[in-house]
Structure formats: C-alpha cells, structure tokens
C-alpha cells in the first residue's frame, strides 16, 4: 500500500483557494496529494461514515462536487478526486484509458486506507467508473452513474451523422480525439470553446464557476492533457468490448437530465448492469450536481442510503466485539 503524499495543495485549484465555496467547506474539506505509485493524484478529502469516492466529468475537476459535499459529509468520508491530467493531479503523456483512470481511483481509495467503497461517476467519470465496477467489482458497494448514453464500446455507437441540437452537445467527442491540432485551434480560444461545452446547461452555471474551469485550461499542459481521455478511446473502447460480457452485479443508480440525455442514460445501463435504478432529473441539462445540487443530493442520500446503514452497522458490530 503507497502512503499519501505529506505536501499540502495550495492555489486556485485546492480547496484554499477555490472561490465561492459553501459557508464553512474548509473546516470540513481539505486538499491532499495521494502518491498511488503510478501518478500523483489531488484528492479533496472530509467528512465521517463510509467512504464514497466521487469522480468529475469533462471539462470539470473535483469542484464540480462542491454544492453537494458538505451534506454528504455528514453520513460520509466524501473523497472528490482530479483525475489523472485534470486539476492539481499529475499529467502524464499516456494513462487515460478507462482501465488504467480506474486502477489510479482503487490505488487512491487503498493509499486512503478504503478497501470497498460506493462510487458516483458524471460524464468522463461514468465511463472511468463503469470501468472500476467491472475490473474491480469486488471493491464497490454500489454505483451511480450520471449523463453519458453509456460508456463508449459498452453501448451502441452514435451514427456519424446525428440530428442537429444532438450534433451540437456530441462533436467534441470526435474533435477531441485528434492530435495537436485541438490544441492549436482552440489555444487563446479556450472561452469560445469550452464555453460552448457549458452551454449545455439546461440551468445556466454562473458566469465566474464557468471562468473558473477555464482559466485553468489556459495553461498548455492542462489544455493538453483535457483531451488525453478522448485520445485515448480506441483503447478503451476494446476494453468495453470485454467488459460488457461481465454483467455488473452491484446496485447502479443511472442519472440523466431531462434536457439532456434523460432516460437513454438508464437505457445504456441496463445493457451490462443486473441491478439499475433509472432517474431522470426535470429541467436539467448535462451539469446535474451543478444545475440540480438539491434534487441530486436526494437521489444519491436516498440510493446510498443501504450502504450507509449497512457500513456502520458492520463498524458497531465490530466495535462491540472489540469491548467484549
């Protein structure tokens, strides 16, 4: 087991110097390096109960979580990762396929002392972690898995050519995939850009929240790394491929927004999980924990719920052997 890392992140991008926190998130939140013996990760670590690891979508960090932590750290130990390449994570040249993006979170959770643990996974983290309750179902209680149509070569691939309102929130998929180019195109026109990705928000994210993630995409190797998922697909795509034939066992809750992808996200689901819950968010777009914080807080208290109980019943059992 590796050890977390004793240096302190600091700057806009940890918990000291992120803006517009929830009143009192720092004496609840803090900021840690967890050296996974791979890479580096930046992992914003508070609360007490069971673990639950939550896991950002594109072009987000873990500060797309921060509307919903502070409740969910009164029933749990929230862990809100920068996966690898995004945020104060490292960003390494290769590492972003869905196989190893999930061996980093089981490597982060075991330097954190969490053998078994609950996952809620939006957008790029549906797909990481659908890859996690597959290659390690032994390791997750039960998962919720927000706003993608299914993980890319677990469910059926889009056509080329696709309606237009479905074109404009869908062809960055193909864009991102390419090499240099991206980058050239969209340096020094990271607003236009990634600002067309937050026009997807059905609720509108306030114009400082979407200057925040951008601003740190103007650096070149976080502009760089943002698209080393999507270039990373066609390997993550054979490892679908062999994933979907494992049927997932475990619980999922399966999230979409009504503007959005709505029902298709429980749709694709259900195509390799046993066991799926189906929710469909009124009014909201692609952003749900951004957009809906109090109806996604519900869902997720509601679904990990039996967790819960079960955790720190098996702790009071545990306890109560100790004393005897």
């Excluded at 609950?118 to 597959?134: E, K, N, R």
């Excluded at 929240?209 to 190797?221: K, S």
């Excluded at 996604?296 to 306890?319: C, I, K, N, V």
């Amino acid at each position: 087991m590796t050890s977390p890392s004793t240096s302190t992140p600091t700057g806009p991008l940890s918990v000291s110097g992120a803006p517009n926190l929830p009143a009192g998130f720092a004496d609840t939140f803090t900021s840690r390096y967890i050296d996974t013996g791979d890479v580096r990760l930046h992992a914003v670590v508070g609360g007490e109960g069971p673990p639950l690891l939550l896991v950002h979508g594109w072009p987000e960090t873990w500060y797309a979580w921060r509307l919903l932590m502070p409740a969910l750290a009164r029933e749990f130990e929230v862990i809100a990762v920068d996966q690898r390449g995004i945020g104060l994570s490292d960003m390494p040249a290769s590492g972003y396929d869905t196989g190893t993006l999930a061996g980093d979170l089981v490597a982060l959770m075991e330097a954190l002392g969490h053998e078994r643990f609950a996952v809620v996974g939006h957008d790029t983290g549906f797909a990481i972690s659908y890859a996690l309750c597959a290659d390690h179902p032994d390791q997750v209680d039960r998962v919720v898995l927000a706003e993608i149509p299914g993980s890319p070569g677990a469910a059926p691939s889009p056509p080329l050519f696709l309606p237009g309102p479905i074109n404009d929130r869908a062809w960055h998929l193909t864009f991102n995939r390419l090499q240099k180019i991206n980058e050239q195109l969209v340096k020094g026109r990271e607003d236009a850009f990634f600002g067309w990705e937050f026009d997807a928000a059905a609720r509108k994210l306030p114009a400082d929240v979407v200057d925040y993630y951008v601003r740190r995409l103007t650096n070149p190797d976080a502009l760089r790394a943002s698209f080393e998922f999507y270039r990373a697909l066609d390997t993550t795509i054979a490892q679908d491929q062999q994933r979907k034939t494992r049927r997932l066992k475990m619980p999922v809750l399966a999230i979409g927004g009504a503007a959005s992808f709505g029902g298709h996200v429980a749709d694709a689901v259900k195509l390799v999980a046993d066991d799926v819950e189906g929710l469909v968010i009124p009014g909201t777009g692609h952003f749900v924990a951004e957009e809906a914080p109090d109806e996604m807080l519900a869902a997720l208290t509601a679904f990990l719920g039996p967790y819960r109980d079960e955790r720190q019943g098996s702790d009071q059992t545990q306890g109560s052997h100790l004393q005897a």
